[in-house]
């Protein structure tokens, strides 16, 4: 059975300087042996250079950045059969780089809304969320809320998003570090509709499931 190449959807977030230090670090040493990543990083690495010269009226809103790898790679399969001026590419690129992670005070409340639901925990751990997923035209919009259940924690720890399609195929939806004392509100999204999702998984930088939902 074939292992699925855990840096697959990473090339965007690396040309754009989203990933966290660490996960760069991974990142680039992985790159030295995976030919198939270092073409994707190589087809769009001209992207920073476009978006210097992009204004706020040519962003276009509610398109979250885990869009952005297949988005790029389809521009620039497009670029290829036709020219495409700069601030039609820079605009399609900066429509994406959307996704939002906020560190807030623990409140008393929790989203509202009948589609709003608990991850339930695979092992044992301190961490708690719920999250809402939400249909859009390019897909499924999903808004977490994590937090410590121990108000007293006193580590910070980094956690991974992962939705898993009906096929059983995985995709990496991006990573936060959680706080102690503090909750994160987490907004990002995929190209799969509600309907393709089997479920979604809070998991460990290694891969291993920490909570889930079933959907």
Excluded at 99 to 120: D, E, M, R, Y
Aim: negative net charge; hydrophobic residues 45%; aromatic residues 6%.
């Amino acid at each position: 059975m074939t292992v699925p190449d855990p840096f697959q959807y990473d090339d965007a977030a690396y040309v754009l300087g989203a990933l966290s230090p660490e996960r760069t670090a991974e990142f680039e040493d992985h790159l030295r042996g995976c030919d198939a990543c270092a073409a994707r990083v190589r087809e769009i690495d001209e992207v920073p250079d476009l978006l210097a010269g992009i204004t706020a009226a040519e962003v276009v809103d509610d398109v979250p950045d885990t869009l952005l790898p297949s988005l790029l790679r389809a521009a620039a399969r497009r670029r290829r059969r036709q020219r495409f001026t700069v601030a039609a590419l820079a605009a399609v690129a900066a429509a994406c780089v959307l996704a939002v992670i906020v560190a807030v005070w623990p409140s008393t409340g929790s989203p509202a809304g009948p589609a709003t639901k608990n991850f339930v925990a695979v092992v044992d751990s301190p961490v708690r969320a719920t999250a809402t997923l939400t249909t859009k035209s390019w897909g499924t919009a999903i808004d977490l809320h994590c937090r410590y259940v121990d108000a007293a924690m006193d580590a910070s720890f980094s956690y991974d998003l992962v939705v898993v399609d009906r096929a059983g195929a995985r995709h990496r939806l991006g990573d936060w570090k959680l706080p102690p004392g503090r909750a994160i509100d987490y907004t990002t999204g995929t190209s799969l509709t509600p309907a393709q999702i089997s479920r979604v998984e809070i998991t460990l930088p290694d891969g291993t499931p920490l909570l889930r939902l079933t959907t």
